[in-house]
T-cell receptor
Framework: DAKTTQPPSMDCAEGRAANLPCNHS???????VYWYRQIHSQGPQYIIH???NNETNEMASLIITEDRKSSTLILPHATLRDTAVYYC?????????????FGTGTLLAVQP | GAVVSQHPSRVICKSGTSVKIECRSL??????MFWYRQFPKKSLMLMAT?????????EQGVEKDKFLINHASLTLSTLTVTSAHPEDSSFYIC??????????FGPGTRLTVT
């Protein structure tokens, strides 16, 4: 499985957009980029995923570079409740396993 | 939809005893369930993958005789920590997968072994 690199922590002002980067330079053609987040002492929550096109849902937008070696998760208007650890994970969409391997993630602290 | 519950949410047990944690998918059938553990300020570590009706597949370094996993139905998996020791104190999280793609996580169980 491809590995990901994320900054350990980021701050963001409440109401501003939070842009969380992720490097996945060894991603292969059949691997998707998934984003999960974990609020303190809770289970992870799915946010969004994509292959090569940019994606948007009610929670966030995912921007994937053309070479697919990196991506950015965008929370358009961060709130205090968005404070969490954000995990970027790459894995095959189909195949023998659908297990998720979590890296260290980015702790996003939304400041009032 | 896609809700996973865990019971108990918190448990304190004495060293040497066994503890069972339940993971239930409430509104979907989980073909596969996963168990993770998480130490304070650390990431989630996958312990094992279980498919309904078959033996669990454990990740390297995870003792299968210590962490017993049973996935007897499509909505229930259990993790039993046998002969618990203080170093087993951790946050245990399960997830259920209805198919090959999505995975839905439970709220976690905090185990403290005294």
């Amino acid at each position: 499985d491809a590995k990901t690199t994320q900054p350990p922590s980021m701050d963001c002002a409440e109401g501003r957009a939070a842009n969380l980067p992720c490097n996945h330079s060894t991603i292969s053609g059949n691997e998707y980029v998934y984003w999960y987040r974990q609020i303190h002492s809770q289970g992870p929550q799915y946010i969004i995923h994509g292959l090569k096109n940019n994606e948007t849902n009610e929670m966030a937008s995912l921007i994937i570079t053309e070479d697919r070696k990196s991506s950015t998760l965008i929370l358009p208007h961060a709130t205090l409740r968005d404070t969490a650890v954000y995990y970027c994970i790459v894995r095959p969409r189909s195949g023998a396993t659908n297990k998720l391997i979590f890296g260290t993630g980015t702790l996003l602290a939304v400041q009032p | 939809g896609a809700v996973v519950s865990q019971h108990p949410s918190r448990v304190i047990c004495k060293s040497g005893t066994s503890v069972k944690i339940e993971c239930r998918s409430l509104d979907f059938q989980a073909t596969t369930m996963f168990w993770y553990r998480q130490f304070p300020k650390k990431s989630l570590m996958l312990m094992a993958t279980s498919n309904e009706g078959s033996k669990a597949t454990y990740e390297q370094g995870v003792e299968k005789d210590k962490f017993l996993i049973n996935h007897a139905s499509l909505t229930l998996s259990t993790l039993t920590v046998t002969s618990a020791h203080p170093e087993d104190s951790s946050f245990y999280i399960c997830s259920g997968a209805p198919g090959t793609y999505e995975q839905y996580f439970g709220p976690g169980t905090r185990l403290t072994v005294t």
